[in-house]
Structures are given as structure tokens and as C-alpha cells.
């Protein structure tokens, strides 16, 4: 299964965007263009711990060119396609079966939906899949496939620079600790750090 397509609204520092995702998809631009809160979106709807997210206040869009600034309404939708035609009849996508739409060419996707509405500060969170025309599919157990799915695709973010300190003199402490870690000499190699 891949990820085709990514449509956002009104989530954090994303006031719409919709973009489709190659095999390798890089994303390049200056800070507050939204890469960071893309990658939170996709962290969002495939959490790697598989629990469905509630969305909190923190999470709707600001826009401060206009008089009442904070959306009321966001929303997340995933195109996922498979990758052949019999990979919707693999066991591990049995319990999402009902989720699977064809498309006008045959190709079957899952367009995954998570959504919330905010008003005042109650906010209510909804998942849900829908068909091809952005319907609704009638099921009434849309969390669950949801977290099925979670289970499946997680999005796992290896390194977050927000999220790390970094010392000042990273370079310097990284030839500092080399000094100290014990080596298996190896033949034509010096056993001294830095080889003289």
C-alpha cells in the first residue's frame, strides 16, 4: 500500500493544502511553510502507537489576517492505494476490507478521513472513510477500522530536531568520547586514537 495523497485544512500551521507523494517525496522550504505541522498531520491520523488522536484546541489553524482568527473546523484525508490488485486479499488487511473502494481505473484505495469540529472549547473528534465522490462510507465502526489501519501503516518519525538537544560542540565531544571506547586492533590498524 502507498500513500497517493494528503488533503489538509485548518490543521496547525496548514490553512489547506493537498498534495500528492511519490515513492520518495522530499520536502523542502523556509520555516513556517508547514513541513513540520505535514509531518504532525501524518503522525496524527497513523500514530505509531495506534491510538485514535483527540484533537485539542492547539490544533486548528490561526490565521491573525483576519478578525476572528482560529478555524472552527479541520480536517485530515489520506488516499492510500494498493500496490497490485491482490493486495486487498491479503490477511493482515482482512479486517479493513469494508474500507477498500475502487476507483474509475480499478485501482483500489482507502480514503481515510479524521476530522474535528470545535465549539467554543468542546472539541469532537471524528474518523471516517469515505467512497470515491468523498461520501461518507455508512459504518458504524469507523474508529476501529481507523485504528486497524493505525496498526497496519504507522508513520514512524526517526528524528525530530524539535525534539533533541544538540550540544554546542557536538563534533568535539564526539572525537572526546572515541578516545575513550575500547578497539579490537585489526591488522595494518593503529590501536590509538588518532592514528599516528
Not at 24 to 53: C, F, H, Q, R
Not at 92 to 102: M, Q
Not at 158 to 185: H, Q
Request: charge should be negative; proline fraction near 5%.
Amino acid at each position: 500500500m502507498q500513500l497517493e495523497r494528503i488533503e489538509i485544512s485548518g490543521f496547525r500551521g496548514i490553512k489547506r493544502l493537498s498534495l500528492a507523494f511519490e515513492e520518495l517525496t522530499t520536502l523542502i522550504g523556509e520555516n513556517t511553510w508547514g513541513k513540520s505541522s505535514l509531518l504532525d498531520a501524518l503522525s496524527v491520523v497513523l500514530p505509531a502507537d495506534g491510538m485514535p488522536y483527540q484533537f485539542e484546541m492547539s490544533d486548528f489553524h490561526v490565521d491573525y489576517s483576519i478578525a476572528h482568527p482560529q478555524t472552527q473546523h479541520l480536517q485530515i484525508v489520506l488516499t492510500l492505494s494498493a500496490s497490485d490488485k491482490n493486495e486487498i486479499r491479503a490477511g493482515r488487511y482482512r479486517k479493513i476490507k469494508p474500507v477498500w473502494v475502487e476507483d474509475d481505473e480499478g485501482i483500489n484505495k482507502i480514503y481515510y478521513q479524521i476530522s474535528a469540529i470545535r465549539d467554543g472549547y468542546d472539541i469532537e473528534t471524528q474518523y471516517a472513510f469515505l467512497d470515491r465522490s468523498g461520501n461518507t462510507l455508512p459504518l458504524h465502526h469507523s474508529e476501529k477500522l481507523a485504528q486497524e489501519l493505525m496498526t497496519l501503516h504507522p508513520v514512524i518519525r526517526l528524528r525530530d530536531s524539535r525534539r533533541f538537544e544538540r550540544p554546542l560542540d557536538t563534533a568535539l565531544t564526539g572525537i572526546r568520547d572515541l578516545k575513550n571506547v575500547s578497539t579490537i586492533p585489526v591488522e595494518g590498524s593503529c590501536d590509538t586514537w588518532p592514528c599516528e
